[in-house]
Antibody
Framework: QVQLVESGGGVVQPGRSLRLSCAAS????????MHWVRQAPGKGLEWVAV????????YYVDSVKGRFTISRDNSKNTLYLQMNSLRAEDTAVYYC???????????????WGQGTVVTVSS | DIVMTQSPDSLAVSLGERATINCKSS????????????LAWYQQKPGQPPKLLIY???TRDSGVPDRFSGSGSGTDFTLTISSLQAEDVAVYYC??????????FGQGTKLEIK
């Protein structure tokens, strides 16, 4: 079955960087778009970024554009989120998630990891 | 950007009764060339990641009980639980995937037992 395991979260000072990873297994990683979705403490879900199956297309929510970079290594079945210039408002649980439909970027999300916690605080 | 607004913010329903959650988008999510509504519903239980319940506004995902149903088109959508079970206590979110970025979510509706 599909398994997504995030890592790399932690406590970081404002302005610093962090890189999240998501190890995928149980399916053909290279044929599905992948998302990052976050959830601030006690708040709702916020979609952050998506990358196409081949890594050629990437989209971001406005609040992270220019600071976050989504990438993938299909040879390692791994998704990444490089987060620079972190702010207090980036504090959240970050979920790695898989698109339901192969190849296409546009579509629902059908598999989620358990999340990794990022805390931005001085 | 498309803004998704859910109502109510919270809801208490007796076991075995019907629960109805609404979701309104700021613009239509019906894609004319496919005649599909680009709208999904998710369930999130405490301490867990979200789970896909419904996509294309009315298609149940694999393994989702048939007491869950989705309806609506264009800008107005509804998630209905026909007979509430104790395990349905959760927060429910709608999401549009018509316009990416972003794949915006509604603010969530907390469902409790009365």
């Amino acid at each position: 079955q599909v398994q997504l395991v995030e890592s790399g979260g932690g406590v970081v000072q404002p302005g610093r960087s962090l890189r999240l990873s998501c190890a995928a297994s149980g399916y053909t990683f290279s044929t599905y778009a992948m998302h990052w979705v976050r959830q601030a403490p006690g708040k709702g879900l916020e979609w952050v970024a998506v990358i196409s199956y081949d890594g050629n297309n990437k989209y971001y929510v406005d609040s992270v554009k220019g600071r976050f970079t989504i990438s993938r290594d299909n040879s390692k079945n791994t998704l990444y989120l490089q987060m620079n210039s972190l702010r207090a408002e980036d504090t959240a649980v970050y979920y790695c998630a898989r698109a339901k439909v192969e190849v296409v970027v546009i579509g629902p999300i059908d598999s989620w990891g358990q999340g990794t916690v990022v805390t931005v605080s001085s | 950007d498309i803004v998704m607004t859910q109502s109510p913010d919270s809801l208490a329903v007796s076991l075995g009764e019907r629960a109805t959650i609404n979701c309104k988008s700021s613009q239509s999510v019906l894609y004319s060339s496919t005649n599909k509504n680009y709208l999904a519903w998710y369930q999130q239980k405490p301490g867990q990641p979200p789970k896909l319940l419904i996509y294309w506004a009315s298609t149940r995902d694999s393994g989702v009980p048939d007491r869950f149903s989705g309806s609506g088109s264009g800008t107005d959508f509804t998630l209905t639980i026909s007979s509430l079970q104790a395990e349905d206590v959760a927060v429910y979110y709608c999401q549009q995937y018509y316009s990416v970025p972003p794949g915006s979510f509604g603010q969530g509706t907390k469902l409790e037992i009365k």
